[in-house]
């Protein structure tokens, strides 16, 4: 079974805090992604990354940065924490080869204060 | 802008009977869907998906159709059990490697026992 594994459950900062979300595969997937779910917005996709040192923007980038030195972990970073970063933070992987489902670790309830 | 849509946001079903989800997208290039099942404090797990070449896909109780025409996918449940119960995303995406998935805004499913 794949694995997909969120370094916290849980997670609460301050306003203006730099935070790190860390997130590790087992399964030696290429491509990961970090979502972040919010009521009636569904899953929104900040970052993904196809190959180790490799990023992309999602959707809604701003506020976040990313870093995947090895394969099997992608960071996501918020630089300067802020209250409407307030969120649900999910992780995924797939492999990448054409039509793989992403594999979803069990997020991260992270609070802003 | 939002390329797939959850119209629904909540279903109430009686155990036993079928539980339908509806599902629609704008994109024509979307030639992967996929749904996914969450229940609270866990991410979001693979449920069943359809490639554009098919129809429909079967996988015990659930079934996926896909209306290329309409630009819209169902899931049926049958027969729908209280454990059930969770909130259920589709997805999408224009198929091939390293592509972005995007997903709808979820519809909670209610399982009356």
């Known amino acids: 079974d794949v694995k997909v594994t969120q370094s916290s459950r849980y997670l609460v900062k301050r306003t203006g805090e730099k935070v790190f979300l860390e997130c590790v595969q087992d399964m030696d997937h290429e491509n990961m992604f970090w979502y972040r779910q919010d009521p009636g917005l569904g899953l929104r996709l900040i970052y993904f990354s196809y190959d180790v040192k490799m990023k992309e923007k999602g959707d809604i980038p701003e506020g976040y940065s990313v870093s995947r030195e090895k394969k099997e972990r992608f960071s996501l970073i918020l630089e300067s924490a802020s209250t409407n970063q307030t969120s649900m933070y999910l992780c995924?992987?797939?492999?990448?080869?054409?039509?793989?489902?992403?594999?979803f670790g069990d997020g991260t309830r992270l609070s802003i204060l | 802008d939002q390329q797939v849509k959850q119209n629904s946001p909540s279903l109430s079903v009686q155990e036993g009977r079928i539980s339908i989800l509806n599902c629609d997208y704008t994109?024509?290039?979307?030639?992967?869907f996929l749904w996914y099942k969450k229940y609270p404090a866990e991410g979001p797990t693979f449920l069943i998906s359809?490639?554009?070449?098919?129809d429909k896909n079967e996988d015990g109780r659930f079934t996926v159709f896909l209306n290329k025409s309409a630009k819209h996918l169902s899931l049926h449940i049958v027969p729908s059990q209280p454990g059930d119960s969770a909130v259920y995303f589709c997805?999408?995406?224009?198929?091939?490697?390293?592509?972005?998935?995007?997903f709808g805004t979820g519809t909670s499913l209610t399982v009356i026992p």
């Open positions: 359809i490639s554009s070449i098919k």
């Open positions: 995924a992987s797939c492999r990448d080869s054409t039509n793989q489902p992403q594999h």
């Open positions: 997805a999408a995406s224009e198929g091939g490697t390293g592509n972005q998935f995007y």
């Open positions: 994109n024509s290039m979307f030639d992967y």
